[in-house]
């Protein structure tokens, strides 16, 4: 297709002047003209996504941890998750009880990371959850220095203030997809119920941690959306997953995204939003595979998460800080992120 083909040196010089030197984020008309370069231009884009990254963020890489407070059984049907409890993947209803999410916190400090993450598979929290919430970060808080963030599906007001108070400090909730393809991944809620959540959890001074998974079907065209909407958002971080197809999900047979495509996608978000931290989530061995990491980390992204992720096997801890020493990358310090 020779006329994108010439497009190329039109958008990359557009973003070089609007991204790099402005730290203004690219629109939707020109995310898509990046999705659309030929892989003769990938090593010019990912230099470009690195450079923005490196001038409007820094060096440093924010590192994570996770854990799961309740795993499984959540009454939602998003098709590509495999903790729904209405299809037939193998993940049960599990709870994790106060020691052992203290612990989990301790082992996630221990590796450098600055985040730890209370992540719950529930449609939103009911008291039982906000209550064990509350025992929880009280617990974490009074034996290990590090920042706890949540992630417990969609909330009230009263439940937004509640977190608040408890000292939540930043707050996940993934739109997941662009709002015209949401349809055809979630039927249980919409798009704009998670939204709204996101507003509140905005105006409250939590800070956002907003993000999604590319590889679900959606068009190219829906994947600029995607960025877009994102960017009108302005999240604090953005973790970005690749479709890790399940077995037993709705979309458990749906192929995995392109290298290339995946690297191309990250370097275009990171110029849709110069400033977010963007985060490498779920999906990136199976997509990228070692090589990817280390490009990706070259390509724009600023933070990982160490360790296991909720229901498949991630990288070893120590690959990933084996990777930063080696890309001269420092680790982000907690007194840095307070
Ligand atoms: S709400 Fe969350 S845990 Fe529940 S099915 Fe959807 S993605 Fe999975």
Redesign the pocket.
């Known amino acids: 297709m020779p006329e994108i083909l010439d497009q190329a040196p039109t958008i990359l010089d557009r973003a070089r002047a609007k991204v790099l030197t402005d730290g203004v984020g690219l629109d939707e008309a020109e995310i898509l003209a990046v999705l659309r370069l030929g892989d003769e231009h990938l090593p010019e884009l990912l230099q470009l996504a690195h450079d923005v990254r490196m001038a409007w963020c820094g060096p440093e890489v924010e590192v994570e941890g996770i854990v799961s407070l309740k795993t499984g059984g959540?009454?939602?049907?998003?098709h590509?998750?495999s903790?729904?409890g209405l299809f037939t993947s193998p993940v049960r209803a599990v709870w994790l009880d106060i020691p052992a999410l203290v612990e989990s916190a301790k082992q996630t400090a221990a590796t450098g990371a600055t985040e730890f993450c209370i992540v719950a598979?529930?449609?939103g929290p009911d008291r039982r959850l906000m209550d064990q919430m509350r025992d929880g970060v009280k617990a974490i808080k009074e034996a290990v220095d590090i920042q706890v963030a949540a992630s417990l599906?969609m909330l009230t007001q009263e439940q937004v203030d509640e977190l608040v108070e408890m000292g939540v400090h930043r707050y996940n909730h993934?739109l997941?997809t662009c709002a015209s393809y949401f349809p055809n991944v979630?039927t249980t809620?919409s798009w704009e119920e998670r939204w709204s959540t996101l507003k509140m959890v905005r105006e409250s001074g939590m800070e956002v941690c907003c993000g999604g998974i590319l590889g679900l079907g959606e068009t190219i065209e829906q994947r600029a959306e995607f960025a877009a909407q994102l960017a009108e958002l302005d999240p604090h971080e953005v973790p970005l997953n690749f479709l890790n197809p399940r077995p037993g999900t709705p979309l458990g047979d749906r192929p995995v995204v392109d290298g290339k495509d995946a690297l191309r996608a990250i370097a275009a978000f990171r110029l849709a939003m110069p400033r977010t931290i963007l985060r490498f989530a779920g999906g990136r061995e199976i997509t990228l595979g070692d090589l990817g990491t280390r490009e990706g980390l070259l390509g724009g992204i600023n933070a990982v998460i160490v360790g296991n992720y909720l229901t498949t096997l991630g990288r070893p801890a120590t690959a990933d800080l084996d990777l930063l020493d080696d890309l001269k990358m420092p680790v982000k310090a907690l007194s840095a992120t307070l």
């Not at 959540?74 to 998003?78: A, N, Q, T």
């Open positions: 959540c009454p939602e049907d998003c590509f998750c903790q729904s598979a529930v449609r599906g993934n997941e979630v809620h």
